[in-house]
């Protein structure tokens, strides 16, 4: 699933709006926005920052592929 959605579907379960979110993260309107709407370009720093707010993390995994 993409970063962009997920991270709406998280921001939408905590009953936030995007401003609401933006007002007691600190983050900027225009982050969020360019992240929920698919934006690639973005500050690791910040959504970390905005996942940890939530009660979220990023996981990488490896994805395993048949040979």
């Not at 225009?30 to 990023?58: M, P, S, T, V």
């Amino acid at each position: 699933m993409e970063i962009s959605k997920t991270f709406a579907e998280i921001r939408k379960n905590a009953k936030l709006t995007q401003v609401e979110l933006a007002q007691r993260t600190g983050v900027g309107l225009r982050f969020i926005r360019n992240l929920e709407q698919g934006g690639k370009n973005f500050r690791y720093d910040k959504l970390e920052l905005l996942l940890d707010f939530l009660g979220a993390h990023i996981e990488i995994v490896k994805n395993k592929r048949q040979l």
